[in-house]
């Protein structure tokens, strides 16, 4: 048979060290016979082999327990996979055998070796696949896991360098206009150049302080792209709404002091927000390590904007105002000297002079650029017309709908294949797994750590009590059986029944294999004492079933401290349960202290509370709307949905933040007019940063791995959604809801009229001088 061949070939794997060969007989766990323990499923098919061989008839498979010869009663329901039985539970066919081999873990040489022999396991069997094609095997190790997360970071790299070079391309377009004296594309570049020395002085801060590398650090640059950019365009947004004629530290202070505060604060709350998450509050090292991690790039981003950016500003301040090529830095000749060059060395060197600007003009020179115009030109007037507003307001309720639909429908998932990369070793065990092996929960160990009377019928049925809901697959119901034929009643002197039960195990074949789950001990008068013991369980529920899977968890701790009886339970699977409890307990825990403490904070800085009211209602149907077609695009609430789900508030305060506080401490004029203004200030900032952040994203989505796909799908929804709020939803909601714009008429006294004459005289080497006269 195929599968005994398989298991010699796998029990002769040798790992060669110096003078000795080790095999797994040397790192197997043994029995109390000394020797490997295999799984019962491997003695099934010897036992078969053996009656073919015979030509005995009367030995039959059932499922999901068979009996052997020698009258053990073995449990295959975890090692048969889609199983048809005929009459009285015997098996026709199984579709799928699992095999498991158990490994020794006592030492630094006995892991390096198991490690070994787990990769030449791996070898093994992809060889013995090649030779019997139509047999399909899926090895899977301890360390197959870990090896698949990480080998996400290997196939995204050419991804990455993609994403790098588009949104290059987009921030040098998006800070590019015709006028080559006013356009900054230097500046676009400059500003990745900050993001990235900010997440390099992350990496390798946390690299010298020990920290280890995952393949969750893939979302730490989009976090900096979504939160830097918009800083920095958001002070070139400034820059442009500075008059020319002033200096340019004038200007810069101007910059500073108009966006700089708000920057400032939403750098507050990001660093506030990942630093609960970088917290010992977090009890998952991944997430733990990923908050750190952002939480430093975030704070060097914001030295960086500070002092290096800054001074870029400052340096493309002065080619600008000495009316130098904003790419090639040489002085440009006025359009008299460029008549009779060619006509692409013209356009190349279009700029606009001051002399050439009328009085009312000044400050419409930034309009030739492509953002600007289309803002203030047309998408202003569109939005806030009076037979759009329906659509938005139509197209919102459409939205909440959706929305509302796919929030019904969230699912917390924790499935392995959702952090790795797709073509894995994990991915196809995994599959395999839940197709042919959920008809029984996994194997969970029942141990009982301390001696008990257990011939007393009273603690029988305390200890049957907590194994209610179970299939049997133990020792334990035949033991109570036998303690039953017995007679065994409460009166029998301990003595007497350890004595007999000993003696039992020893001698009665049905239980020798069950020596190992009861631990003697002998005292000084020779009487035999039973101080642990331990059984083995299935949980009625199937193992695709997370969810229920993770509350027969919990209900057995509970009991384990609450029971008569002293005793834990445990499954490798539990370990990922706890992941998977943690990963979402322990993100959402943090959050809603970020959100109650950025409350508290952001309530003592704004100018006015109804900032903090339009800024909350704005989070939260972002966040919902999120959460709804995150549902619908087959995403599940996992760690990393829940911690690109916190980023979202903070991405969402970053844009949102500053329309909302323009338009509520805008005063006089009406609500229409404020709404345009915000847009006007900030809408090229917001939307600079998002084409950048979008075409960076995009290639993420052809990366094959199920942890950048989630990633990919929760930062675009964050993104698209947050555009839609600040184009759409919010212009169009303000223009009828508070706060109220009275305007006020202010009465002029022709007597208190006062004539001042302005004149600034500027270097000999500029030709503009202001002489005008201003009437206040």
Request: charged fraction near 20%; glycine fraction near 4%; hydrophobic fraction near 40%.
């Amino acid at each position: 048979m195929r599968i005994l061949k398989l298991h010699a070939a796998v029990t002769r794997i040798q790992v060669p060290r110096p003078g000795f060969n080790y095999t797994f007989a040397h790192i197997c766990i043994l029995n109390n016979d000394k020797t490997c323990i295999v799984d019962d499923i491997v003695h099934v098919l010897e036992e078969l082999k053996n009656a073919r061989a015979t030509n005995r008839t009367n030995f039959a498979i059932t499922y999901p327990i068979t009996h052997l010869k020698d009258g053990r009663a073995v449990y295959n329901g975890h090692q048969l996979g889609g199983v048809t039985v005929h009459s009285k539970d015997r098996v026709k066919s199984a579709e799928a055998v699992q095999l498991t081999y158990y490994l020794q873990s006592i030492n630094s040489l006995n892991d390096m070796v198991a490690e070994r022999w787990e990769s030449s396991f791996c070898d093994t069997v992809r060889l013995f696949q090649k030779s019997n094609s139509k047999v399909k095997m899926y090895p899977y190790t301890s360390s197959s896991l870990r090896e698949d997360f990480q080998k996400t970071s290997r196939v995204s790299e050419r991804y990455l360098v993609t994403s790098l070079i588009l949104v290059v391309t987009m921030a040098i377009l998006c800070c590019s206009m015709q006028d080559c004296v006013r356009s900054k594309p230097w500046l676009g570049l400059l500003g990745l150049v900050t993001i990235s020395l900010a997440t390099l002085t992350a990496a390798g801060i946390i690299n010298l302080t020990g920290g280890k590398y995952n393949s969750t650090f893939l979302g730490v640059p989009f976090i900096m792209l979504g939160h830097g950019l918009y800083g920095t365009f958001e002070m070139l947004s400034s820059w442009r709404k500075t008059r020319e004629d002033q200096h340019v530290k004038e200007r810069t202070a101007a910059v500073y002091a108009d966006s700089m505060l708000s920057f400032s604060l939403t750098t507050a709350m990001y660093l506030v927000t990942f630093g609960i998450g970088a917290s010992p509050f977090t009890n998952i090292e991944a997430a733990r390590i990923f908050c750190c991690n952002s939480c430093i790039a975030i704070f060097f981003n914001y030295l960086y904007v500070l002092s290096f950016y800054g001074s870029s500003l400052v340096f493309t301040g002065y080619i600008e105002n000495n009316y130098q090529h904003s790419i090639f830095c040489r002085k440009v000749p006025k359009p008299e000297a460029l008549q009779e060059k060619p006509a692409w060395y013209r356009f190349l060197l279009t700029a606009r002079f001051s002399e050439d600007t009328a009085d009312g003009e000044e400050a419409n020179t930034y309009e030739s650029h492509l953002l600007v115009c289309f803002l203030k030109r047309y998408y202003c007037d569109w939005i806030t017309n009076t037979y759009v507003k329906p659509f938005v307001v139509l197209f919102y309720l459409i939205y909440i709908s959706f929305a509302l639909m796919g929030y019904l429908q969230v699912s917390e998932g924790s499935d392995l294949s959702n952090i790795v990369a797709t073509a894995t070793q994990t991915i196809e065990y995994t599959t395999a797994q839940q197709k042919y092996f959920s008809n029984y929960s996994p194997v969970i160990g029942f141990y009982i750590y301390e001696s008990i009377e257990y011939w007393n019928t009273s603690v029988q049925e305390d200890v049957l009590e907590y194994t209610k809901g179970f299939v049997r697959i133990s020792w334990f119901e035949s033991y109570l059986n036998y303690l039953r034929k017995l007679n065994v009643s409460t009166g029998l002197p301990k003595k007497n029944f350890t004595d007999m039960l000993r003696n039992s195990f020893l001698k009665a074949p049905q239980f020798s294999h069950f020596q190992e789950d009861i631990i003697f001990s002998k005292k000084y008068n020779d009487e035999v004492d039973v101080v642990a013991s331990r059984m083995f369980l299935v949980a009625k529920t199937m193992e695709t079933n997370r969810e229920e899977l993770y509350d027969l968890l919990e209900t057995l701790r509970r009991l384990s401290v609450t029971s008569k009886v002293k005793f834990i339970v445990f499954n490798p699977s539990f370990v990922y349960m706890d992941r998977y409890a943690s990963s979402l307990g322990a993100p959402l825990h943090n959050s809603c202290i970020s959100a109650l403490f950025l409350l508290f904070f952001s309530a003592f800085l704004v100018a006015d509370s109804l900032i903090n009211v339009w800024l909350t209602l704005t989070v939260v149907s972002v966040e919902f709307g999120v959460i709804g077609f995150m549902t619908l695009w087959r995403v599940q609430l996992d760690c990393i949905s829940v911690l690109c789900l916190i980023y979202g508030i903070n991405y969402t305060i970053d844009n949102c933040a500053p329309l909302l506080s323009t338009f509520v401490l805008g005063k006089d004029f009406t609500r229409t007019k404020w709404v345009k203004n915000a847009l006007e200030v900030h809408g090229v900032a917001i939307l600079q940063s998002y084409l950048c952040y979008l075409v960076g994203l995009i290639p993420l989505a052809a990366v094959p791995s199920n942890l950048t796909c989630t990633l990919f799908r929760c930062l675009f929804l964050i993104a698209l959604v947050t555009f839609f709020h600040c184009f759409a939803i919010l212009p169009v909601i303000l223009t009828f809801l508070p706060p109220s714009k009275k305007k006020r008429k202010e009465k002029k006294n022709p007597e208190n009229r006062e004539e001042i004459e302005c004149v600034e005289m500027v270097d000999i080497d500029s030709t503009r001088v202001v002489d005008q006269i201003t009437t206040v």
